[in-house]
């Protein structure tokens, strides 16, 4: 799914459709009750969209590898890195003694 959303977002890119992009994720965000947030983040780390929450869920780390809780797929232009989809879910694993016993 994730990669699926970042070749539409590269799509979108493209021909600078920023508020299609935007669109797409709010919906996808209200949708899907494992999705927690939405980021499309710059190769130079700004923050060109985030849904609500975002900042909250998301932690941004130069280099970063995605996690089980956190996803996060290159954006291509012109064959170069332009930046990043960021896609947070909800924790795989529950915190607490709760998460220990499961």
Avoid at 32 to 56: C, K, L, P, Y
Avoid at 71 to 85: A, Q, S, Y
């Amino acid at each position: 799914m994730c990669e699926a959303i970042a070749v539409y977002n590269s799509t979108l890119l493209v021909k600078n459709d920023f508020k299609a992009i935007q669109a797409a994720l709010q919906v996808l965000t209200k949708h899907n009750s494992e999705i927690r947030s939405f980021g499309i983040r710059q190769s130079d780390a700004t923050i060109v969209f985030e849904t609500e929450g975002h900042d909250e869920v998301w932690t941004h780390v130069a280099g970063f590898a995605s996690t089980i809780d956190q996803i996060r797929v290159p954006l291509m232009m012109g064959g170069k890195e332009w930046g990043n989809t960021e896609v947070g879910f909800e924790p795989a694993v529950q915190s607490g003694l709760l998460g220990m016993l499961n």
